[in-house]
């Protein structure tokens, strides 16, 4: 019995001193919650996972379209290491800005413009590929193959690279829809870097397979990408 005193002696301080721990967790816990489930916060996830479900499973069926399945890989899903944790890092911000301070979510203006950010960042991607049809690849080819020709109508009348541009605008409405200032700059500094290598890289390989013709319709369009030539 001597020893059971003992024992609770000791429990029961520190059961009182878990227990207010525990009730601040919890309270932390439900806070969270009402601000992630509020209306608006409720809407610019929902927007935000539908654009990014939509947005992939359509660059995966267009390529099966276009290339048959067998000739498709999950890389046509374009999602790679870099950009899930881009992706995970612009929810933590998110998170975190909603419970912190939630007025920052509540600017419907600048949510708005990021959604239709998103859209045209979309429709100006697909036309792309739709208009490039086989000649568009996930991957940039380095000799010319049976079904790879210059296109040169369409978008691609004026702008070189219209997938890429698509993808940029399309990437930072993302941001822009969730009220992300930091994500906002961070993913138009990081798109906007890989895609002027990118093009560089490209284009080098374009006008190895297409000589002259390539350089004259360089001449006279636009990369896509501000301030890439």
């Not at 009402?34 to 390529?63: D, K, M, N, P, V």
């Not at 109508?153 to 930091?182: A, D, E």
Request: charged share 15%; net charge positive.
């Amino acid at each position: 019995m001597l020893v059971l005193c003992s024992g609770m002696s000791f429990i029961v301080p520190l059961l009182n001193n878990v227990e207010p721990r525990v009730s601040s967790l919890i309270y932390c816990f439900s806070t969270i919650t009402s601000e992630i489930f509020s209306f608006t916060a409720s809407r610019q996830l929902l927007q935000f996972f539908s654009a990014i479900f939509l947005f992939h499973g359509s660059e995966y069926l267009l390529a099966v379209f276009f290339h048959g399945k067998n000739s498709v890989t999950l890389g046509s899903l374009l999602i790679s290491k870099n950009y899930v944790v881009a992706m995970v890092g612009s929810l933590v911000e998110y998170l975190v800005e909603v419970y912190f301070f939630p007025g920052m979510k509540e600017h419907r203006f600048i949510s708005n413009t990021g959604l239709a950010l998103v859209v045209v960042g979309e429709l100006m991607r697909k036309l792309a590929i739709i208009t490039a049809g086989r000649s568009f690849t996930h991957f940039i080819r380095r000799s010319r193959e049976q079904d790879h020709v210059l296109i040169t109508h369409g978008v691609y009348k004026y702008i070189r690279h219209p997938s890429y541009c698509g993808f940029l605008i399309w990437s930072v409405g993302t941001q822009v829809m969730l009220c992300n200032p930091v994500c906002t700059l961070g993913f138009a500094a990081v798109v906007w870097r890989f895609f002027q290598l990118r093009i560089r890289y490209e284009e080098y390989f374009l006008t190895q397979i297409f000589g002259s013709r390539y350089v004259e319709y360089a001449r006279r369009t636009t990369s896509g990408i501000p301030f890439v030539k």
